[in-house]
């Protein structure tokens, strides 16, 4: 079974009441989404973009980016193609399905040139082979292209309690928080890869990470 099939088995009950349900712990997309800083004429493609819902945000918010999403789940995407269009930006956002660490653009979105912002939104946690797909992002970028991630933290500054019980939930949907992802791109811009800055919001509950390519 591909992990496209394995999505839509998990999500396609799920995935109606998925937004509804989600809202109370995937904490940091809107911050996210205010600091993308997306420039008129730009594109911005969000890897596992699942019901649409941050790209509906996103492209209220920047209505001049031309937005693009990919997920590996297909019963995900038909419901994220009906939210765009009734949240009226279906005609600025095209969606694809792609696989986080295989994705072609041109492929899988038509375009032609590299992209100038790549998103993941709790997407990594759901991929075992999530330092392939942060790399493999990189290379689809322009010089000067930034990489946007937000997921699960360390909970460094939650009680143990806490942690052990998110986890043994989060588990219960094959979701696996991977604080790592901020020491290797740490790593890669210690490299001269490009520029690097995090954040540990909500006690560590959440991580941000903004890297610019160089």
């Given at each position: 079974?591909?992990?496209?099939?394995?999505?839509?088995?998990?999500?396609?009950?799920?995935?109606?009441i998925y937004d509804l349900t989600r809202r109370y712990y995937l904490l940091g997309r809107?911050?996210?989404?205010?600091?993308?800083?997306?420039?008129?004429?730009?594109?911005?493609?969000e890897v596992g973009c699942g019901t649409a819902r941050n790209l509906i945000r996103a492209a209220r918010r920047y209505p001049a980016?031309?937005?693009y999403g990919v997920?590996?789940?297909?019963?995900?995407?038909?419901?994220?193609?009906?939210?765009?269009?009734?949240?009226?930006?279906g005609d600025r956002?095209?969606?694809?399905?792609?696989?986080?660490?295989?994705?072609?653009?041109?492929?899988?979105?038509?375009?032609?040139?590299?992209?100038?912002?790549?998103i993941f939104a709790f997407t990594l946690s759901m991929v075992p082979a999530w330092q392939p797909a942060l790399d493999h992002a990189l290379s689809l970028l322009r010089p000067g292209g930034s990489l946007h991630v937000v997921d699960f933290g360390d909970q460094a500054g939650l009680p143990g309690w806490f942690q052990r019980l998110l986890l043994a939930w989060l588990a219960r949907f094959e979701v696996h928080p991977r604080p790592e992802m901020a020491d290797h791109l740490r790593a890669r811009a210690a490299a001269g890869d490009g520029g690097f800055e995090a954040a540990a919001p909500y006690r560590g509950y959440a991580q941000l990470i903004r890297f610019e390519k160089a």
């Amino acid at each position: 079974m591909d992990t496209g099939q394995r999505m839509d088995r998990m999500y396609r009950g799920q995935r109606h009441i998925y937004d509804l349900t989600r809202r109370y712990y995937l904490l940091g997309r809107d911050r996210l989404i205010a600091r993308l800083d997306a420039e008129p004429g730009e594109a911005f493609c969000e890897v596992g973009c699942g019901t649409a819902r941050n790209l509906i945000r996103a492209a209220r918010r920047y209505p001049a980016t031309h937005w693009y999403g990919v997920d590996p789940s297909a019963a995900m995407l038909a419901t994220a193609r009906r939210a765009l269009d009734r949240a009226g930006v279906g005609d600025r956002v095209t969606l694809g399905r792609a696989e986080a660490a295989t994705l072609a653009p041109e492929r899988d979105l038509g375009l032609t040139a590299p992209l100038d912002g790549v998103i993941f939104a709790f997407t990594l946690s759901m991929v075992p082979a999530w330092q392939p797909a942060l790399d493999h992002a990189l290379s689809l970028l322009r010089p000067g292209g930034s990489l946007h991630v937000v997921d699960f933290g360390d909970q460094a500054g939650l009680p143990g309690w806490f942690q052990r019980l998110l986890l043994a939930w989060l588990a219960r949907f094959e979701v696996h928080p991977r604080p790592e992802m901020a020491d290797h791109l740490r790593a890669r811009a210690a490299a001269g890869d490009g520029g690097f800055e995090a954040a540990a919001p909500y006690r560590g509950y959440a991580q941000l990470i903004r890297f610019e390519k160089a």
